[in-house]
């Protein structure tokens, strides 16, 4: 299968370890072994643990305390992943056929148009409205998301935004995909990292055909142990399970020990996120006033990220270039993410950390604002 680049995860894996300020990142500064065994997680038995299989779609215990997080799920409407982007990798296998029309919305984290195109879909997108907080157009999305339409990806809460749907707008595209007779994917992998709003509600429920992805790497805060899940009727879950055989087996087995703990002690790792995002948002709130209109945001309503939009013609992509060369500091351009003018910005550090990476980009903007 050829398959085109996902432009920001190579831009990531190429120089996110070589910078001295990674403020492409997206999910809260991680969480150690030390802070789990305080959670709970027992160190002495993880060394004497033979390091042999694991069960490949999850361990029992593992899926009865995920199916337990959404109501009327068992064991069966769950399959253990290799992060959250391994779940979205497997749905688009499991379901996507040459020919099938694929809706997603704009901007979006990207790992999707490339992957369901390399499958042989048509992508149909629609945008988000930064005047109405990112809620979709309407308009739009009831032309992308029409009878014959396969499946409408979306991420709630929203990367690259941090923005949330309302109640309204999910209950809105859900109507919209039973009707039309679509599945619907929700990758709910920012669920737990709102910053003062209550937790953002599942599509889970909401129809026959809907599947929600989520994992450990952002609201959580343990992206290294590399664990997601998809929750999906249990017919679609088998055939995920047989997709998995071909890919990576499963999971490993230290990974689903952390996860059980993470899973059963979430309220810790969730009070430690929103805990860490309301320190760190007045901070960038800020950092964006400090350049008199220059910059514009909506304040993101959670995840580790916010997008700004910045007032020059200048590329996204050379804007971001200049500020890892000259700062030595590493962001998202906007037109790797589906929307040129903006660049997301990691807001998930140690204040220290922060601070220094948007003084950093800030004196690139200046440079950038004095030459318009
Ligand atoms: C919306 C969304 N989905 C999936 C992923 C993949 O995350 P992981 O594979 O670490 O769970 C990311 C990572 O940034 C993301 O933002």
Redesign the pocket.
């Known amino acids: 299968m050829r398959i085109e680049p996902f432009a920001m995860e190579r831009m990531q894996s190429t120089w996110e370890n070589l910078v001295d300020y990674d403020m492409s990142e997206?999910?809260v500064r991680p969480l150690t072994l030390r802070e789990l065994a305080a959670m709970g997680l027992d160190i002495e038995a993880l060394l004497d643990t033979p390091l042999g299989y694991s069960q490949s779609n999850g361990t029992l215990e593992l899926r009865e305390s995920l199916a337990a997080l959404y109501p009327g799920a068992t064991v069966d409407h769950i399959e253990v992943t290799n992060?959250?982007?391994?779940a979205?990798y497997i749905v688009a296998l499991a379901l996507i056929e040459p020919g099938d029309r694929v809706a997603i919305e704009t901007p979006n984290?990207m790992?999707y148009p490339g992957l369901v195109r390399s499958l042989g879909a048509q992508v149909e997108t629609f945008r988000l409205i930064p005047e109405t907080g990112w809620q979709p157009d309407w308009q739009e999305f009831e032309r992308a998301v029409s009878p014959g339409t396969k499946l409408v990806y979306l991420?709630n809460p929203h990367?690259p935004t941090g923005s949330v749907l309302s109640p309204e707008a999910m209950r809105r595209i859900a109507d919209r995909c039973n009707e039309v007779g679509a599945w619907l994917l929700a990758?709910e992998?920012?669920q737990g990292a709102e910053i003062h709003s209550p937790r953002t509600q599942s599509f889970w429920g909401m129809g026959g055909r809907v599947i929600v992805?989520n994992?450990?790497?952002?609201a959580y805060g343990i992206?290294g142990v590399?664990i997601?899940w998809i929750a999906g009727p249990p017919s679609f879950i088998a055939q995920c399970w047989s997709q998995h055989d071909y890919i990576t087996i499963g999971p490993n087995k230290l990974s689903d020990r952390i996860a059980r703990i993470a899973i059963e002690e979430r309220e810790r790792c969730f009070a430690r996120t929103r805990a860490i995002l309301q320190h760190n948002l007045p901070i960038a709130r800020d950092w964006v006033a400090s350049f008199d209109g220059f910059l514009e945001w909506t304040e993101p309503a959670a995840a580790a990220l916010t997008l700004v939009r910045y007032r020059s013609p200048v590329p996204s992509i050379e804007l971001a270039e200049s500020i890892r060369t000259r700062q030595s500091t590493l962001i998202v351009p906007g037109a790797q993410l589906g929307l040129e003018g903006y660049l997301r910005i990691w807001i998930g550090g140690r204040e220290e950390y922060l601070c220094e990476g948007l003084r950093r980009i800030g004196v690139e903007l200046d440079r950038c604002r004095s030459a318009v």
């Open positions: 997206s999910g992060g959250s982007s391994e979205n984290y790992q991420s990367n990758d992998v920012y992805n994992g450990l790497s952002k992206p590399r997601g």
